[in-house]
């Protein structure tokens, strides 16, 4: 039987960086792991389907396409794209 959600067995977070905090709240992560988090979504190949699966499923926990979906969460990690690399930002709430 095929799935749905494929794509998930390429995203970065289950590839690159399963030791991250991607679905604990927002305030427990370390700043260094939001960074790290920030990263990774900025180089997934499927951030696209992982955007539009958190949107598709109103999801409103973890870390899914760059960002916690806590809307209570404070803006603490912005990507700046330089192209093909990313200047992560620390800091700030929402």
Not at 3 to 19: E, F, M, S, T
Not at 72 to 87: E, M, Q, T
Request: glycine letters at 8%; proline letters at 5%; hydrophobic letters at 45%.
């Amino acid at each position: 039987m095929a799935r749905g959600n494929a794509w998930i067995d390429l995203a970065a977070c289950v590839v690159q960086r399963p030791d991250l905090p991607w679905t604990s709240e927002w305030f427990e992560a370390t700043l260094g792991q939001l960074a790290a988090m920030t990263r990774s979504c900025h180089a997934c190949p499927v951030r696209s389907e992982c955007a539009a699966q958190a949107e598709r499923l109103r999801v409103t926990a973890g870390f899914w396409a760059g960002r916690y979906r806590d809307p209570n969460a404070p803006a603490l990690v912005r990507i700046h794209d330089r192209g093909a690399s990313a200047d992560v930002e620390l800091g700030g709430a929402a």
